[in-house]
């Protein structure tokens, strides 16, 4: 490995990582060993060459649950086994909910419960995301119809998009027939992407989203703040809406250039006439510094944690 191999004149060095498993204590069969070096090894593969890792039985019990959960997904995806939550989201101007966000939930009777950002990644591994995306794009158009949101004063509904949608050259096609089979009007809809569906897939993102904002559906740039975060994403997309990651608020209250930062990035946003929304807002102290930077939204538990959604009604009431 210290000498590089030749490919049409390019010298590619090839580097190694290791990993060391205990046998027969930790391991004392072949795809017991199998399974911990591969599981090991993928989740390593940013170490440094050389890096020799130590998998023990942990290791073994994290594949299982991934492959319990992996069953457990493909099942609730046969049989209604996901369930949308909603969390309100709070406007400065107005005083009171004027939007939400539609967060998933899987439900289990062998495991209990399973937060999205556990079986989300699995989805878009094994392409099931592109049914749990139309179950939920589906259950919350028909919620605002069933429910009337708009005569309890919810202008709109954020629904959250997976780069792996965004593949699919005609999602809009897609969630148009959706929408017009509940008869719902399109401006209920906001959609949240993250910049890698920038990255990922420029072509087909921008292409999706000129069909969709031509017919007044939304779009909002998701966990602002934690990645890249890149000006070119907010000059190159039409995004309506800004959301500022957990991270970026709280780091704000405890550090005085995040909090430099922070303000500039909400003047940033509000020149350029987009609307911002605050995520993780938590305390009072929290919710009034972003009210004097100029913060239009603000979504946190402070307000509501994401709640069922007969509660949601409940509480718009
Ligand atoms: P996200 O889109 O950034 O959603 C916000 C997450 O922050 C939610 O976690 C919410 O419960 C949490 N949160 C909101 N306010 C606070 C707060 O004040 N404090 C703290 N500590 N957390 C707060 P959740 O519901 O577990 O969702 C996690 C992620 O899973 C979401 O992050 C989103 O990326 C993904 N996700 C959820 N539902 C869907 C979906 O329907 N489709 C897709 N593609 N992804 C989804
Ligand atoms: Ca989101
Ligand atoms: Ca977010």
Excluded at 72 to 90: M, R
Excluded at 149 to 172: A, R
Excluded at 250 to 270: G, H, P, R
Aim: net charge negative; hydrophobic share 40%.
């Amino acid at each position: 490995f210290q000498l590089p191999f030749m490919i049409n004149q390019l010298s590619v060095l090839v580097s190694a990582i290791f990993t060391t498993v205990n046998c027969p204590e930790d391991a004392d069969n072949f795809n017991n060993l199998f399974e911990m070096m591969i599981f090991t090894l993928e989740n390593n593969t940013n170490a440094p060459a050389g890096t020799i890792i130590k998998a023990d039985k942990q290791v073994l019990e994290k594949t299982r649950r991934k492959n319990d959960v992996l069953q457990i997904l493909k099942k609730a995806v046969y049989d209604n086994g996901f369930e949308v939550y909603y969390q309100p989201i709070y406007s400065v101007e107005k005083a009171r909910y004027t939007t939400a966000e539609a967060l998933i939930r899987l439900k289990s009777s062998e495991i209990g419960y399973i937060g999205p950002d556990e079986f989300i990644p699995l989805a878009e591994q094994n392409g099931l995301i592109l049914q749990i995306g139309e179950f939920v794009f589906t259950d919350v158009c028909r919620f605002i119809m069933q429910e009337k949101l708009w005569e309890k004063g919810i202008e709109y509904i954020h629904v959250n998009l997976s780069v792996v949608q965004f593949m699919q050259d005609k999602l809009y096609d897609r969630l148009f027939q959706i929408m017009n089979n509940f008869g719902l009007d399109y401006r209920m809809i906001n959609l949240e992407v993250t910049e890698t569906a920038a990255i990922v897939s420029s072509e087909a993102l921008k292409r999706n989203m000129e069909k969709l904002i031509e017919k007044n559906v939304n779009f909002a740039l998701d966990d602002y703040g934690m990645g890249f975060s890149n000006t070119s994403c907010l000059i190159n997309y039409p995004f309506h809406t800004i959301k500022i990651d957990k991270s970026m608020v709280w780091s704000s209250m405890q550090n005085d250039k995040a909090k430099k930062i922070l303000e500039q990035t909400i003047s940033m946003v509000k020149a350029l006439n987009m609307e911002v929304v605050a995520e993780g807002v938590e305390t009072q102290e929290q919710a009034q510094a972003l009210k004097d930077m100029g913060c239009d939204f603000f979504q946190g538990f402070l307000y509501s944690k994401p709640i069922k959604a007969e509660k949601f009604v409940e509480l718009l009431k």
